[in-house]
């Protein structure tokens, strides 16, 4: 459709100069710029507005350009209303723009999918093409940016400039990652990190205690570790050393084993009477695995029964020749308790860290591990790391596994606030959203968005692993159901049965299958992340759940709340709590629902009396209580009530018979009849009970028992006895 106009067009007088304006201003495609444009200057006759005009106009300028068609000799104004007014369905087809400040000329076309060419074409209406004239130019005006898109018929959208470090597909990228080896020239001289290791009981805390001059032995519960504590110690030859002091209980070996792979040294304290013990050897193997420098610590050797030189034959036997057999582990002679050679064996683990030569990188992001993690009334979520490289300070963003922190302080062992933790300390860090898990590594990033973007990233993973977990069960169940189904299939075709018939009646509700299975819930609240998974690591070694399953319904650290509550009375669980507190509210709310909170402060008191508590639901079992036996010489007839009867002449043998008790016909290794007598006789005369030695007769109370020569009669009673649990945890 072609719109002509006279050779005399004058756009100065002519209501369609503003009209073309507007339609080089709003939404022309770009192939009509330059016709447009020469409009204007009266230097074209027409317009094709078939090959894609699409602009919009209000009533007013449709009634000018009506006017200006018809004194043109135009065809009919009305014909190009279609196209003046575009339906509604193809412009909310458009996509807005995306557009950010300072963007160059080819980041403007590839936000608005078009060709670069185009762009400098729109840029001769709006007057940039003076000032931007490559692909590279920066567009510093958004008012420019936002003119070029409208004449491109879309709308735009104003965003924040993409990063620059656009996300890889490789997942290296998208995870958080410890640093490659630092550069030789940066690194320092760091003071070592000892754990000292060994059997419960040998003296592991009493010597720290010596060494540090303080009493945490005395704050144990039961006088055993349960915890693995860490201390920055400076000694009196101003040698500083970080300790880690592991438990050394049986159900603590996953708190042994992180404190093995995280430190330089190993000291073994072994007790000089008690010498190698299993805890000690399950040490030696933890620190062989890791591959870390021991010295061994004998300790007691005040007592009057210390046997030094057995202790050391113990060790040789388990792979540890200390210096005075010809090995070279070296061995310190010690009394923790009345601080005896304790400077000893100080020289010798800075001994053992001068030949280690050991060194860090104090610079850059910090690398750690989380030591243990609790939550403390007064601070919150509390975690220990131990810096392994980095300096760490307040207001680092630190993230470990699925949680992260903003760090809001740092404390000492002592609770005392530290302004920064440098390598091989151990501070106590608060600022955690989520709890994080003990022997976890601690990376730092660089900012807050970064550690939400990791912690995505891991739980999208996570959620990956187990959405791949559940379908290769679901295929192994379908697959079984096929496997089913055909073999129905099969047996109703043998019936000749092809169809189901269906059922009738209303459908049932489906409702819990209650298998009647006895069971004990239970949920573990402890103070530390270690104890807890120290909690739950002795529960996976119940295996009696054919005679009592061990539910556990939920575990976490921190006191007892209102939630732990809830879900005791909904599942009939008992509530376990290890070195937590019930705050007042909570204990009223328990009691009132009837939940059981049980508090322990002791590991094994703890699994001591789940023990019990599995026992008392195990069901009552009879017990065969033997009273006597008698031999069988002789079987006899008799005839009562028209009906032969069999009467057993007997001798008892050994204890006594009992008429009111049960009998076992026993002949040979095989149980021939167990039940209850009709009579019991000596001489004539019924009476209740035989001697050992006497003679008598006998008769069952089923007649049609017939007794032989040799037979040996049992006589028992059965006696209720409850079960006792087999469990054993290991200690």
């Known amino acids: 459709m072609l719109l002509a106009a006279g050779s005399a067009f004058n756009p100065k007088k002519c209501v369609m100069s503003s009209m073309a304006a507007l339609v080089i201003r709003k939404q022309m495609k770009p192939i009509f710029y330059r016709r447009l444009y020469d409009i204007t200057k009266d230097k074209v006759i027409g317009i094709n507005i078939n090959q894609g005009l699409t602009i919009t106009w209000d009533q007013r300028q449709l009634f000018h350009a009506t006017i200006w068609c018809r004194r043109k000799k135009a065809v009919d104004a009305r014909s190009i209303r279609p196209i003046l007014y575009p339906s509604k369905s193809k412009t909310q087809q458009l996509e807005a723009v995306k557009i950010w400040k300072n963007m160059t000329v080819a980041e403007v076309a590839q936000a608005a999918e078009k060709d670069i060419s185009l762009v400098f074409e729109a840029m001769e209406f709006t007057g940039g093409n003076r000032f931007y004239k490559n692909r590279n130019s920066v567009i510093d005006d958004m008012k420019e940016i936002r003119e070029i898109i409208k004449i491109f018929g879309r709308k735009v959208e104003f965003v924040s400039q993409p990063s620059d470090n656009t996300e890889s597909a490789d997942d290296t990228n998208k995870d958080a990652l410890r640093r490659p080896p630092p550069d030789p020239a940066v690194l320092i001289k760091r003071h070592p990190v000892v754990t000292v290791m060994g059997h419960v009981d040998h003296g592991k805390t009493t010597l720290l205690d010596s060494l540090r001059s303080t009493a945490v032995v005395d704050s144990e519960f039961g006088g055993i570790t349960q915890h693995i504590g860490a201390f920055n110690v400076t000694l009196d030859t101003n040698e500083r050393i970080t300790f880690l002091d592991t438990p050394g209980h049986a159900a603590f070996s996953a708190m042994r084993a992180r404190g093995a792979h995280v430190t330089d040294i190993v000291i073994l304290v072994v007790a000089a009477d008690d010498g190698v013990m299993e805890q000690t050897i399950q040490s030696i193997r933890m620190a062989k695995d890791a591959k870390v420098p021991i010295i061994v610590a004998i300790n007691k050797i005040d007592k009057p029964d210390a046997d030094i030189e057995r202790?050391?034959?113990?060790?040789?036997?388990?792979?540890?020749?200390?210096?005075?057999?010809?090995?070279?582990?070296?061995?310190?002679?010690?009394?923790?308790?009345?601080?005896?050679?304790?400077?000893?064996?100080?020289?010798?683990?800075?001994?053992?860290?001068?030949?280690?030569?050991?060194?860090?990188?104090?610079?850059?992001?910090?690398?750690?591990?989380?030591?243990?993690?609790?939550?403390?009334?007064?601070?919150?979520?509390?975690?220990?790391?131990?810096?392994?490289?980095?300096?760490?300070?307040?207001?680092?963003?630190?993230?470990?596994?699925?949680?992260?922190?903003?760090?809001?302080?740092?404390?000492?062992?002592?609770?005392?606030?530290?302004?920064?933790?440098?390598?091989?300390?151990?501070?106590?860090?608060?600022?955690?959203?989520?709890?994080?898990?003990?022997?976890?590594?601690?990376?730092?990033?660089?900012?807050?968005?970064?550690?939400?973007?990791?912690?995505?990233?891991?739980?999208?993973?996570?959620?990956?692993?187990?959405?791949k977990e559940h379908a290769k069960a679901a295929e192994e169940r379908h697959q079984q159901h096929l496997v089913e189904y055909r073999e129905n299939l099969l047996q109703k075709r043998a019936l000749g049965i092809r169809y189901k018939m269906r059922a009738t009646g209303p459908r049932q509700?489906?409702?819990?299958?209650?298998?009647?299975?006895?069971?004990?819930?239970?949920?573990?609240?402890?103070?530390?992340?270690?104890?807890?998974?120290?909690?739950?690591?002795?529960?996976?070694?119940?295996?009696?759940?054919?005679?009592?399953?061990?539910?556990l319904i939920h575990y976490g650290v921190g006191n007892v709340t209102e939630t732990d509550i809830d879900l005791a009375d909904a599942f009939n669980a008992i509530i376990y709590s290890f070195n937590v507190e019930t705050p007042g509210k909570v204990g009223i709310l328990a009691k009132e629902n009837g939940v059981q909170i049980r508090p322990f402060n002791v590991i094994y008191k703890l699994i001591d009396d789940l023990k019990d508590e599995i026992s008392r639901k195990l069901p009552v079992v009879q017990r065969e209580d033997i009273l006597g036996e008698a031999n069988v010489l002789q079987q006899f007839e008799i005839s009562e009530k028209k009906k032969t009867a069999y009467v057993a002449g007997c001798r008892c043998v050994k204890g006594m018979l009992k008429k009111s008790a049960l009998f076992k016909l026993v002949r040979g290794k095989e149980v021939i009849h167990s039940g209850p007598l009709e009579s019991l006789r000596h001489i004539k005369s019924e009476v209740e009970t035989i001697k050992n030695g006497v003679e008598c007769g006998l008769r069952l109370k089923d007649p049609e028992v017939k007794f032989q020569s040799g037979d040996t009669l049992v006589c028992y009673n059965l006696v209720d006895e409850e079960q006792k649990c087999e469990w054993d945890p290991g200690f």
């Open 311 to 467: 202790t050391k034959a113990m060790l040789a036997q388990n792979g540890i020749q200390v210096e005075d057999l010809g090995g070279d582990v070296q061995s310190i002679n010690i009394s923790a308790l009345k601080k005896i050679n304790l400077t000893d064996l100080t020289e010798a683990i800075a001994a053992q860290a001068e030949v280690m030569s050991l060194q860090g990188d104090p610079t850059g992001l910090v690398e750690a591990v989380v030591i243990e993690a609790s939550i403390d009334p007064g601070r919150g979520k509390l975690a220990t790391v131990l810096i392994q490289r980095g300096t760490l300070r307040k207001g680092s963003i630190l993230v470990c596994g699925k949680a992260w922190a903003k760090v809001r302080s740092m404390f000492n062992e002592d609770g005392k606030p530290v302004m920064e933790g440098k390598l091989s300390d151990a501070v106590q860090v608060i600022g955690w959203r989520e709890m994080p898990v003990a022997g976890d590594e601690i990376l730092e990033v660089e900012s807050e968005k970064r550690a939400k973007d990791v912690i995505k990233y891991r739980m999208s993973q996570e959620f990956e692993k187990k959405a």
């Open 509 to 551: 509700k489906e409702k819990p299958r209650d298998d009647g299975s006895l069971k004990v819930n239970v949920i573990i609240k402890g103070d530390v992340g270690g104890s807890v998974e120290a909690i739950l690591d002795v529960l996976d070694t119940y295996s009696s759940t054919n005679a009592c399953q061990l539910n």
